[in-house]
């Protein structure tokens, strides 16, 4: 923005601002648009605007009676349009002023759902790859008008002059900018004709491009005028002669633009919005939470391919690409505008992806099986929000348990009681002992798993679940019998005095594999207690002292089950030499926790070097 000139203004009288074009040009393309390739958009959506309020002008015209034509030689780009022209009013009204725009005009406001553009900026992105703009126009509205000619430049200024008729014989609009040197990556002709092709090939105007060599150029086949951009509609809007052809062309379709062979695709029509589309479902697993881009059309021309906003997060199993009419892009034009009709789409379209996962589960099996194999984890995250979904498909979601991967139901029927952990790293330390011992337990650990299992009841009543805590695994390992439980009394004693420094309680059992010596239980909770009570126990006295105090809260103690069948546990047992029990005790509790396969605390560290060091000293003195 530039300072007026205060010398000629009287003092207190209302001011203009004025408006430095150069620096708003140089924000669009930094900050607004992603691309200087953008500028071809927002000509092609300016003709398409200029068709669609000619044909409300004239509207027994024919569809096709009124197209665009490009043309690009490498040395000019020009788009030219049989649409609604300008006046020279209409010149400085609209065109030569910045955020001023004949489509939000009140006299056609009940039109404005019908155009592409609304914000009056559009037509400064040419200002990316060229100084100057030139227009010829010529109004339909008002037929006798001369013909208008208009140069904008970067500088902002302009100028403007009237034609005779003859200079543009029939109604229309044809834009010509002269590129940049710089710009030339962005305007040969090859380059236009792709962007034209990217951004305009569901345009339901017809739109044709030209080289200026007559067809003997890159571009090749040219019927008439030039290369049609949008020779066909939309692969949605086309007929096949059955549902199967249909299908199949929606995934071709669907794998060219994406670059992956579907899983299978959803069809998607929502007629409130004139919306229609394909969702993709991608054919393998994709990280949660992965939030894929969606391509999206606005009345054909191509808005964004990284539209994340039409669906919700838990459906990053599909990719869509959708043409909608009520959609209202932002002033980017790459994105969508937040409110109630994109929150409404969303909505319906996640209900569309609902329906379609219902449907594979009533009839189609082995589709459902392919699409859980590679989702499960999507449908996971949606099944715990939705009591349909969870009531359809938990019987069907795989889980780790310990008969292997299989799915709830199955594990149900052959474990009337399920046991499930609260974290992975439980689960590893439980999964074999738990299983020998005829337990059926599901790791709970990974996202969603633990409330899910919790909710199997609601549709198995006659399944129950449990949380798995040391307590009950060691519940439901055999004890031993009396005489050897007090044979063994005097060692637990030891055992539990030289780990009593771990909070960690020695009882002795029996259970499978009687290879394995010992069995570290302990939850993730009870050890995050442990260290708390630890550090409120050195900070006593002290503010974090206190506070760490003051959280102290009951948590189940570790516990190092010796497993009585193991007949280095058998001779444990039996020592007597006090240095040496306690030695071996913690020998025991360092091999459980390596085997448990959490990291280890700095104190157990070096207890591991230490009794060991400590039974190797013993070995060597007793051979010598
Ligand atoms: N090809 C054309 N035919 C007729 N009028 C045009 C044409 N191109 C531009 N205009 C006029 O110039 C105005 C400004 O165009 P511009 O592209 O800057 O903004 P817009 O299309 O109205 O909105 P947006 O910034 O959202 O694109 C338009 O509203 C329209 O009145």
């Known amino acids: 923005m530039t300072l007026p000139d ?65 043309y690009a030689d490498g040395s000019v780009v020009r788009v030219e349009d049989d649409g609604v022209g300008l006046t020279e009013a209409d010149v400085h009204t609209f065109l030569a002023t910045i955020g001023r725009s004949s489509k939000r005009a009140d006299r056609i406001a009940e039109q404005r759902g019908d155009f592409i553009g609304q914000f009056g900026i559009g037509l400064l992105s040419c200002f990316l790859v060229a100084d100057e703009i030139h227009v010829l126009s010529r109004s339909a509205r008002t037929p006798d008008a001369p013909a208008v000619e208009w140069r904008g430049r970067g500088d902002g200024s302009y100028s403007i002059r009237t034609l005779p008729a003859s200079a543009r014989p029939r109604p229309g609009t044809t834009v010509t900018l002269t590129p940049r040197a710089d710009a030339g990556e962005w305007t040969r002709p090859a380059q236009v004709h792709a962007l034209a092709r990217h951004f305009g090939s569901l345009l339901r105007h017809p739109v044709t491009f030209d080289d200026g060599t007559g067809g003997r150029g890159a571009t090749a086949r040219v019927d008439g ?47 409130a919005v004139g919306l229609k589309g394909i969702a993709c479902v991608l054919p393998e697993a994709v990280p949660a939470g992965r939030r894929h881009g969606h391509r999206v059309h606005v009345k054909g021309m191509l808005l964004s391919e990284q539209a994340e906003e039409i669906l919700p997060d838990w459906a990053f199993f599909v990719r ?13 034009r790459e994105s969508l505008y937040e409110d109630d009709t994109l929150a409404a789409v969303r909505d319906a379209l996640a209900e ?27 449908v996971k995250s949606l099944a715990v929000h939705d009591d349909e979904i969870l009531r359809m498909l938990l019987p069907w979601l795989p889980f780790e ?35 020998a011992a005829g337990l059926g337990v599901v790791n709970g650990g990974y996202t969603y798993d633990r409330e899910l299992v919790h909710r ?16 009950t695994l060691t519940a439901h390992l055999d004890p031993v019998d009396r005489e050897t439980e007090l044979a063994a009394a005097a060692y637990l004693a030891q055992a539990r005095d030289a780990l009593a420094v771990f909070d960690c309680d020695v009882a002795l059992r029996t259970f499978q594999p009687a290879s394995a010596p010992a069995l570290l239980v302990d939850s993730r909770e009870a050890r995050h207690e442990r260290t708390r009570s630890q550090l409120a126990r050195e900070q006593e006295g002290g503010l974090w002292g206190d ?7 009951e948590a189940p103690r570790a516990q190092l089950i010796l497993n009585q069948l193991n007949p280095l546990v058998r001779t444990a047992v039996t020592i007597d030499e006090p240095e040496l029990a306690r030695t071996s005790a ?39």
């Not at 869509?320 to 980017?332: I, N, Y």
């Open 6 to 70: 205060t010398a000629t203004t009287p003092a207190g009288a209302d001011r203009t601002f004025q408006v430095d074009l150069r620096g708003l040009v140089d924000l669009l393309s930094h900050h607004l648009y992603s691309s200087p390739r953008v500028y071809l958009r927002e000509l092609m959506q300016n003709a398409v605007d200029a068709l669609t309020a000619r044909h409300t002008l004239e509207p027994a015209a024919p569809a096709d009676a009124f197209g665009v034509r490009l």
């Open 547 to 553: 506070i760490l105090g003051a959280l102290r809260q």
């Open 225 to 271: 005028p030039g290369v049609s951009v949008n020779p066909e509609p939309a692969p949605w809007a086309r007929t096949y002669p059955t549902p199967g052809a249909r299908s199949r062309a929606l995934a071709a379709y669907g794998e060219e633009v994406f670059g992956f062979t579907p899983l299978a695709t959803i069809e998607l029509n929502l007629p």
């Open 456 to 471: 199997l009841p609601e549709i198995r009543p006659e399944a129950s679940v449990a949380d798995l805590d040391p307590a």
């Open 320 to 332: 869509c690409f959708v043409d909608a009419e009520s959609l209202r892009p932002t002033a980017s």
């Open 352 to 378: 569309r992806l609902r329906d379609w996962i219902a449907r594979a589960a009533a009839s189609d099996p082995d589709l459902l099986g392919r699409f859980l194999q590679a989702h499960h984890l999507a």
């Open 586 to 624: 913690e020998a025991l509790y360092g091999q459980a926790a390596m085997l448990s396969r959490r990291p280890l605390r700095p104190a157990e560290s070096s207890l591991i070097n230490r009794s060991f060091l400590d039974l190797l000293a013993h070995a060597l003195r007793k051979d010598s």
């Open 401 to 435: 348990t310990t008969d292997g991967h299989t799915t709830l139901d199955e594990f149900a029927r052959t474990h009337r009681t399920v046991l499930v952990t609260s974290s992975v790293e439980e689960f590893r330390q439980v999964a074999a002992i738990a299983s």
